[in-house]
């Protein structure tokens, strides 16, 4: 499994959000290529990455700052989501150097986008499923459909989708924990990889992820607990790594 550091872009700023909302924002820094500099050098594997603008405005807002990490280091898998809802828009992410975009309101409100968006681009597609008390939320988390997260996880099976990642909004930014029981149900019901978010507060949080022996689980992102040492990125990789190890015949 692998820990993965996201970099929330608002403004040009790196911040994190408490339950997805704008107006509650806490500033981390100004230069988003330095704190991805933090983080490589702390040995993540790969980076998450949300233009926070983006997602509300339905159209990428920080695609410099975006672009400036992925030339630093072209060889790290980065993910974006925030506002990607064309062809176009990931055409532009893909040249820019970034390995996977992720797809979430689209994905829910045209869910025949993201088969378009796989044929295109294949292996580069990654779907955001956020889910409050089970069912998925869109446009920032600012409205809640009636859809079921696994349901709708299902239909996205033969489109080829590289990744789910999956969010309780109710922990994220919470510090309280992530939903592990509905996150490994997500993994166990789909043959789709499955990344954990929201709520990772610290290494026992990791531990409690890797105890639910879900393999479809592959990595969890971590946010607000980096930025402010409660979770040290490079010793809950060590402990996914050993588990892993642990785990092989």
Request: charged share 25%.
């Amino acid at each position: 499994m692998l820990i993965i550091p996201a970099i929330d872009l608002k403004d040009g700023a790196c911040v994190r959000l408490r339950q997805g909302l704008m107006d509650d924002a806490t500033v981390f820094s100004d230069d988003p290529v330095a704190m991805a500099a933090k983080w490589v050098e702390a040995g993540c594997r790969r980076l998450h990455l949300v233009d926070l603008n983006g997602a509300f405005e339905g159209k990428p807002v920080n695609g410099d700052a975006v672009t400036a990490i992925a030339r630093r280091y072209p060889d790290l898998p980065i993910q974006i989501g925030g506002g990607i809802r064309s062809l176009d828009t990931i055409e532009e992410y893909v040249k820019a150097g970034v390995s996977y975009v992720i797809i979430g309101t689209k994905a829910v409100k045209e869910p025949e986008f993201v088969g378009e968006a796989c044929r295109a681009f294949p292996g580069k597609v990654i779907v955001g499923l956020d889910a409050k008390d089970g069912f998925v939320a869109t446009d920032g988390w600012a409205e809640v459909s009636t859809i079921q997260v696994v349901d709708l996880a299902k239909r996205f099976e033969a489109d080829g989708v590289s990744a789910i990642v999956y969010t309780d909004i109710a922990k994220d930014g919470m510090m309280q924990g992530c939903n592990v029981e509905a996150t490994a149900a997500l993994a166990n019901a789909t043959s789709i990889p499955v990344i954990a978010s929201g709520g990772i507060h610290h290494i026992g949080d990791i531990q409690t992820l890797l105890d639910a022996r879900a393999p479809g689980i592959i990595g969890a992102i971590t946010g607000r607990a980096i930025y402010e040492g409660t979770l040290d990125v490079a010793e809950a990789q060590a402990l996914c790594d050993k588990a892993a190890a642990s785990r092989k015949p």
